[in-house]
């Protein structure tokens, strides 16, 4: 691949990589080295690196890209948040380890320069009270999609499924009789996941048995027995199948439309999260109930413990210790 300028490089690499990564991170990946490749582009033209060929790039290169996105103008100001440059820097230096150039690892490693860092976000959840605002105000949604949506709403809220586990699912996988239903899909299916088990919390459960009845009278209303989706959709052409991803958007967006409430799918399973975690559920449970492989992931993207919670914490820990003599 020595040869060729870093969008052929980038097209390759992405198609090779495809099989070892989730839909959504090949979609982040595309996107920044996409962004890459601009950034490349501009700094040659203006003599700022040697070349954009991923295999010849130099330290002096890579030092110019990162300067690059300290000082590229965006929405917020001067410069890309430094979780944004991090994510960039790294998908880079794999792109350029996959052409056999290891010079961002070896930079790395000899601390020459200080790379950009991410930044542990804010976990932007809905609070319980404000969950079920949410689904009384779809209590009112018609038809199918709002059949849909209402269980997407409860599932996403009180089992902790993420978006494509749910819409994917089968109707085999659930189960009424102990609330459990299976992963089959889970995130990182083709390279480390395996399958795993989400449980269905108490308050979800009426509406997960009311959706059941309406997905039987949908089907029986086009004709179909049965399918094994658990959300079915029949198409225009008269067929069955699953839920499209654009579909599946387009629906969360009628569904947050009609409520007058914004809501992500990611904001319900991290509300899960938090919710359980509020209530004194230990994090090792929550990591388990989301299928994270580490607390860290939990703790740093889903769930923390409150500021005032962990006051009251460090309260009753001195107030039931023995004192200290003076």
């Known amino acids: 691949m020595g040869r060729y300028p870093m969008l052929t490089v980038v097209k390759v690499f992405l198609e090779g990589v495809r099989p070892y990564y989730a839909e959504s991170t090949l979609r982040n990946m595309t996107r920044a080295l996409s962004v890459v490749h601009q950034a490349f582009q501009e700094l040659n033209k203006e003599g700022l690196v040697s070349t954009t060929n991923p295999s010849k790039l130099t330290r002096k290169d890579i030092e110019a890209f990162l300067k690059w996105m300290k000082a590229r103008e965006t929405r917020n100001g001067t410069g890309l948040n430094p979780t944004t440059q991090a994510n960039y820097v790294l998908y880079l230096e794999n792109l350029l380890r996959w052409v056999g150039n290891p010079v961002i690892t070896q930079m790395r490693e000899l601390h020459h320069i200080r790379f950009p860092q991410k930044m542990s976000p804010e976990v932007s959840v809905l609070k319980e009270d404000e969950l079920e605002e949410l689904r009384g105000r779809l209590e009112d949604m018609p038809g199918w999609f709002g059949s849909v949506a209402k269980f997407m709403v409860a599932m996403y809220g009180y089992s902790g499924l993420r978006r494509s586990e749910l819409r994917r699912a089968r109707i085999t996988d659930l189960d009424t009789a102990k609330w459990l239903i299976v992963v089959v899909h889970p995130k990182g299916e083709k390279s480390w996941a395996s399958e795993g088990v989400a449980r269905i919390l108490e308050p979800a459960r009426e509406e997960v048995l009311r959706f059941l009845e309406e997905r039987d009278q949908y089907l029986q209303e086009h004709g179909f027995d049965e399918h ?67 607390t860290k992931t939990t703790e740093i993207y889903y769930a923390r413990i409150r500021p005032e919670d962990a006051f009251r914490l460090l309260d ?11």
């Open 228 to 294: 094994e989706a658990l959300v079915p959709y029949v198409f225009r052409d008269g067929n069955v199948g699953y839920f499209t991803d654009g579909m599946w958007g387009s629906m969360k967006d009628d569904a947050q439309r009609h409520a007058g409430m914004p809501f992500k799918m990611q904001q319900l399973r991290a509300s899960f999260a938090q919710m359980c975690k509020d209530k004194g559920a230990p994090i090792e449970a929550v990591s388990r109930a989301l299928r994270h492989r580490t």
């Open 316 to 326: 009753k820990a001195f107030d039931d210790a023995p004192r200290a003599r003076r």
